[in-house]
């Protein structure tokens, strides 16, 4: 089946090509400054022709009628025309309390996803407009919504109250829902596979490190905790997001500095994490080069991610009861050998145990990071949350046809 996937963003929209019968991605691109002046980056992987174009993109139908003109375009396209576009599959970041699994775009579905704009309000709007501009270009193909919350939605009770009055979840929804679910379930899914037991037996934990970050416990293939909470705040350290901390750290700052409640999530948001410690950048790379010239608050900044993971490694297994596999993925996961070494470090007590100069060698391929004799297996399973979206998407469309 060919399925359009879609990321839409306030002011972007990203796709992937999928052609499912090979899980092969044919298309790609990115529309950006939608709402401004516009621009398409566009690159059919077949052929490896590009197209970019300045165009005109007041709003999100404009741009995915772009999106469609490149994909038909008979010189860097890959389908003769619109009618060869067979399913569209959107990421959406939260689901709320509403869904647990992917689902087909009716309008009940659509009035569900305008309820969970409080819980996301940087993502919501955004994807519904990408959903809206789809509708209006291609008002024949089934759209379908997978959403980065659903695969946690099988956490506990105790694991996803918060402990404030119980009136707050009934009035605002307030619980942990988590996040990078669709990563979290393809890298655990694949891991199952590669430990060859059944699903049901399995204890995995499994680390979603990038730009944003998140840990869960897998047991039985399906979540029982996560590391994100309401929001993709929670958690450990991120690039520019200061993770779980003190709750009265944001009172006290609020009252020192004079911060608006909307000045203060700003600040956790966007001046935090690698950033706000090391001083110096986001982006682990960054981090990584300052630790090489010596830059202490680089280190700390790197140690504080490592001593967080290794915390909750630590906290994951006790709640399972065991552990069979940990899972590196996503940019620092897959890319960065000083995270994944100093996050195990000294965790040879549980039976871990990671070849050091393979960790040190390997980027983003599939590989088996521990030795034989580790009683737990270590990964590095590159993330595909494309693929997930687009499999998911011809599944429920392939059952309407039925
Ligand atoms: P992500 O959000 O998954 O794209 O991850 C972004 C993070 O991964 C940034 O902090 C990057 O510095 C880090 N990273 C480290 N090495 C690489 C690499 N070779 N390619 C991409 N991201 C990398």
Not at 160 to 177: G, N, Q
Request: proline share 4%; net charge negative; glycine share 10%.
């Amino acid at each position: 089946m060919n399925v359009l996937v879609v990321n839409a963003g306030s002011s972007s929209l990203k796709y992937q090509f999928f052609d499912t019968t090979t899980g092969n991605v044919v298309a790609k691109g990115n529309c950006e400054r939608i709402g401004l002046d516009g621009k398409i980056t566009h690159k059919q992987l077949l052929s490896g022709k590009t197209y970019t174009a300045e165009l005109a993109m007041p709003n999100h139908a404009v741009a995915t009628r772009i999106v469609v003109d490149a994909l038909t375009n008979p010189e860097y396209g890959c389908v003769k025309s619109m009618d060869e576009i067979e399913a569209v599959g959107h990421r959406v970041v939260h689901g709320g309390p509403y869904f647990f699994e992917s689902v087909l775009v009716t309008p009940e579905v659509i009035e569900k996803l305008e309820l969970c704009r409080d819980l996301a309000p940087l993502h919501t709007g955004p994807h519904l407009m990408g959903i809206a501009g789809c509708t209006e270009v291609m008002p024949n193909v089934p759209q379908v919504l997978v959403f980065d919350t659903a695969f946690h939605q099988t956490m506990p009770a105790e694991a996803y109250y918060y402990p404030i009055p119980y009136e707050m979840y009934e009035k605002y929804k307030i619980r942990r829902y988590g996040a990078h679910g669709t990563s979290h379930r393809y890298v655990a899914g694949e891991m199952i596979k590669l430990l060859g037991k059944p699903a049901e037996e399995t204890k995995i934990i499994t680390c979603h490190l990038g730009n944003g970050s998140s840990i869960s416990a897998v047991k039985g293939g399906k979540v029982i905790d996560t590391s994100m909470g309401l929001t993709p705040l929670d958690g450990v350290i991120m690039g520019t997001r200061c993770g779980a901390i003190d709750p009265a750290i944001v009172t006290f700052i609020m009252e020192k500095e004079g911060f608006t409640p909307a000045q203060m999530s700003d600040f956790m948001n966007k001046k935090c994490g690698f950033l706000g410690v090391s001083g110096i950048s986001s982006d682990c790379r960054d981090i990584e080069n300052a630790i090489g010239e010596g830059n202490e608050r680089a280190a700390l900044a790197l140690n504080i991610l490592n001593y967080q993971i290794k915390k909750f490694i630590g906290s994951y297994t006790a709640a399972m009861g065991g552990l069979d596999a940990i899972v590196f993925t996503a940019g620092i996961g897959e890319n960065t050998s000083l995270v994944r070494a100093g996050a195990l470090e000294g965790l040879g007590f549980m039976g871990i145990e990671i070849d050091k100069e393979l960790n040190n060698s390997v980027r983003g391929k599939l590989t088996k990071l521990s030795t034989d004799n580790s009683k737990v297996q270590v990964w590095l399973i590159p993330t595909n949350e494309e693929l997930v979206i687009a499999s998911d998407t011809e599944a429920i469309v392939k059952a309407l046809n039925k």
